[in-house]
């Protein structure tokens, strides 16, 4: 490069610092406590606020990552809490050969033979969660299972801002590890997904361990096994989880909840079935 010319990389990264040192915890929801060695908010904060990992937001400051999407940039607008003047400065700083075609939105649908058949198990739980984790189908078995809680649209929404997460779960931990593990992963393939992008952005505002989760640098993953929950109406159940990828709905997945034949816990889910069989017939 030309040393007369200016950098438009090195412009990038000092509008971006410039940004963050004068953005507080506080004006983002974000408590500080003890002392902090940056006067504005750290990287894996901005990385977290706007839905990317660190290691992305750390490549975009530095001037390395060479094609940040329009998405991407705006996620970042949004953290650092820029006006519109300096949302355009940040894009033309990013995008200096002029404007990206913007990816086209996901819209994910539950193809109707998959419906079917999990509609058609009246005695195991199943249900069909889409690449960010939204719930898109579920048969009555599976609703029922999850009605403690009073939204059932998407399982890190369930796990981090719902109360009933606290007793449903009988070990919340390994479950929101394995959650925030997975939405990391599809983060990585898919790092400008606005669907993605929205979803972390929204519970790092609103969820101090979520966000905690989502700086960190490694996720333990723990394995799927068995989900040990406790209902409201039927008490504790032993459930082996299973999830498969659905190969016509790449990103799909459909996730599918069994008790061991004889147990406890299979009566206590046919309980539940009958329960939940005799209130849809009082509805109807």
């Known amino acids: 490069m030309d040393d007369s010319q200016p950098d438009p990389a090195a412009g990038l990264g000092r509008f971006l610092r410039v940004r963050r040192d004068r953005l507080s915890p506080a004006e983002v929801g974000i408590t500080s406590s003890g002392r902090r060695r940056v006067p ?13 990992s660190t290691g992305y937001y750390v490549r975009l400051e530095q001037g ?3 094609s940040p999407s329009r998405r991407v940039l705006d996620a970042v607008a949004r953290a650092l809490r820029l006006g519109a003047e300096d949302t355009r ?7 200096p050969s002029g404007r990206r075609t913007r990816p086209p939105a996901r819209v994910e649908r539950v193809a109707p033979h998959l419906r079917r058949l999990i509609e058609s198990w009246t005695g195991t739980p199943a249900f069909m969660i889409g690449h960010a984790q939204d719930m898109l189908a579920a048969n009555a078995l599976a609703d029922a299972l999850y009605a403690d809680f009073a939204q059932r649209d998407n399982v890190l929404h369930m796990l981090f801002l719902e109360p009933a997460a606290k007793t449903f779960y009988r070990n919340t931990d390994r479950a929101k590890d394995r959650a925030v ?4 992963h599809t983060a990585a393939q898919t790092p400008d997904d606005p669907r993605v992008l929205r979803l972390v952005g929204e519970l790092s505002v609103r969820s101090g361990e979520f966000r905690s989760l989502w700086a960190r640098d490694h996720i333990r993953v723990p394995p799927y096994e068995v989900k040990r929950i406790h209902h409201s109406a039927v008490g504790n159940i032993e459930l082996r989880h299973e999830t498969f990828a659905v190969r016509s709905a790449p990103g799909q997945q459909l996730v599918v909840l069994q008790a061991e034949p004889g147990s406890p816990s299979a009566d206590a889910l046919a309980l539940l079935g009958s329960i939940s069989a005799r209130d849809r017939a009082v509805d109807t």
């Open 181 to 184: 593990a997975d939405l990391r």
């Open 89 to 95: 400065r940040l894009h033309g700083l990013a995008e």
């Open 40 to 52: 504005g908010l750290r990287r894996d904060e901005v990385a977290a606020l706007a839905g990317v």
């Open 64 to 66: 390395r990552e060479a």
